[in-house]
T-cell receptor, first 116, second 110 residues
Framework: GAVVSQHPSWVICKSGTSVKIECRSLDFQATTMFWYRQFPKQSLMLMATSNEGSKATYEQGVEKDKFLINHASLTLSTLTVTSAHPEDSSFYIC????????????FGPGTRLTVL | GQQLNQSPQSMFIQEGEDVSMNCTSSSIFNTWLWYKQDPGEGPVLLIALYKAGELTSNGRLTAQFGITRKDSFLNISASIPSDVGIYFCAGQLGNNDMRFGAGTRLTVKP
């Protein structure tokens, strides 16, 4: 089946630094990738939709200058949390939709970000 | 945006019991999906439903896409300890628009 990986699986950083999270589709091409954020004991909230070769579409309330998304290839999307603060600490999960697939999204294992 | 109401919020059951959870929405969806998430992991797709009225099984799991396209349920029969986790429903209208329910936390006592 389709596999999506994320790197790193967890990261701890100091307040004010930037953190980059990678999302890769390992055995399929993904025209579209999605970034979600999940706070403890809460549901997944869509942050942005990332389309290969074009600018990401951000959900209302998500700052595009703070959460930079780059989808440079059909197998890689990156999310950079710039000038991270403790309130950005969360579980970040990406998903990818196969180019030929109508609906199904395959999720990565998530990245736990802790900002001190 | 579309709001999904998922219930119950949590369940504590004995091994062997059946489980039922559901999601309702004020808006219609074209696709309903059910995911399971283990702690510290991403969601894993259990069942996808693409047509109103569709009833689909995956082993001990059965899910249905409501006729009104505004609801779905998931049943788990004869629960086992490894069924423990958080179950999320998700509704999708277009290709890029998936919304998740708040989740049902399932605990199975051996």
């Amino acid at each position: 089946g389709a596999v999506v990986s994320q790197h790193p699986s967890w990261v701890i950083c100091k307040s004010g630094t930037s953190v980059k999270i990678e999302c890769r589709s390992l055995d399929f091409q993904a025209t579209t990738m999605f970034w979600y954020r999940q706070f403890p004991k809460q549901s997944l909230m869509l942050m942005a939709t990332s389309n290969e070769g074009s600018k990401a579409t951000y959900e209302q309330g998500v700052e595009k200058d703070k959460f930079l998304i780059n989808h440079a290839s059909l197998t890689l999307s990156t999310l950079t949390v710039t000038s991270a603060h403790p309130e950005d600490s969360s579980f970040y999960i990406c998903s990818a939709r196969e180019t030929s697939s109508y609906n199904e999204q395959f999720f990565g294992p998530g990245t736990r970000l802790t900002v001190l | 945006g579309q709001q999904l109401n998922q219930s119950p919020q949590s369940m504590f059951i004995q091994e062997g019991e059946d489980v039922s959870m559901n999601c309702t929405s004020s808006s219609i969806f074209n696709t309903w999906l059910w995911y399971k998430q283990d702690p510290g992991e991403g969601p894993v797709l259990l069942i996808a439903l693409y047509k109103a009225g569709e009833l689909t099984s995956n082993g001990r799991l059965t899910a249905q896409f409501g006729i009104t396209r505004k609801d779905s349920f998931l049943n788990i029969s004869a629960s086992i300890p490894s069924d423990v986790g958080i179950y999320f429903c998700a509704g999708q209208l277009g290709n890029n628009d998936m919304r998740f329910g708040a989740g049902t936390r399932l605990t199975v006592k051996p």
